[in-house]
């Protein structure tokens, strides 16, 4: 079983940056497919990005090609999400989850969820 701690979460204006941590405990982690996820007051959870168990293969929302990045220190158990150039649109709480297989995009195939961390971002 994995269980997952966001952190790194803050308010920040628009153009600006954070990176946010997602902690795992538990031994499958280095083999589990992470993912990050937001929710938006009024909006639906969206997919935001994913990791392979590996590194080797992510993905991203549209909305936040070219501006996020995700990866992961399997040493660590941890993955991060880097976000920059953020706008008032990223505001949302956002999420990390694992998965034992690569569905990046699919939220209902990931088992373990963290408690989420509020991004703000002001004009």
């Known amino acids: 079983q994995v269980q997952l701690v966001e952190s790194g979460g803050g308010k920040v204006q628009a153009g600006g940056s954070l990176t946010l941590s997602c902690a795992a405990s538990g031994r499958t982690f280095s083999r589990d497919a992470m993912g990050w996820f937001r929710q938006a007051p009024g909006k639906d959870r969206e997919f935001v990005a994913a990791i392979s168990w590996s590194g080797g293969s992510t993905a991203y929302s549209d909305s936040v090609k070219g501006r996020f990045t995700i990866y992961r220190d399997n040493a660590k158990n941890t993955v991060y999400l880097q976000m920059h150039s953020l706008k008032p649109e990223d505001t949302a709480v956002y999420y990390c989850?694992?998965?034992?297989?690569?569905?990046?995009?699919?939220?209902?195939?990931?088992?373990?969820w963290g408690q989420g961390t509020q991004v703000t971002v002001s004009s």
């Open positions: 989850a694992a998965s034992t297989d690569w569905v990046p995009t699919g939220q209902y195939e990931y088992r373990y």
